[in-house]
């Protein structure tokens, strides 16, 4: 299992250097009155239909105004949600369970228990969501 895990790392590493190459988001560029860069943003999406550029333009700008301010997650009152949905990410990936349910399957065969404990452990994991 470790080699196909480890041939997961050039594909990592090809998708890593092509979301560098990937322009800002337009909304986010007019959202910062940045009009010309969220234009050429969208020019990357529609290299050559000028009337779809246009028109992308003219709906990002009914989109892109400010809604008034957001709730500040900090508060007091999102301060046990919070604490909970961070927590139980970050005890899946630190306990690394993801990786662990993806090849259950071939940890169950090996282990000689079959292919009924890996339906059992999702049965599970349905209930316990």
Known sequence: WRYVFGWSAPLALVLFR???RLPPS???LALRGRAADARKSLAFVYPSDADALNAAVAELGDAATPRGP???LWKRQYRRALT???GVVLLQQFTGQPSVL???TSIFDDAGVGT???V???AFKLLAT
């Open 18 to 20: 092509g979301a560098l």
């Open 26 to 28: 337009a909304r986010w």
């Open 70 to 72: 957001s709730p500040s």
């Open 84 to 86: 909970a949905g961070l």
């Open 102 to 104: 993806y090849y259950a």
């Open 116 to 118: 009924i404990a890996s």
């Open 120 to 122: 059992f452990v999702g």
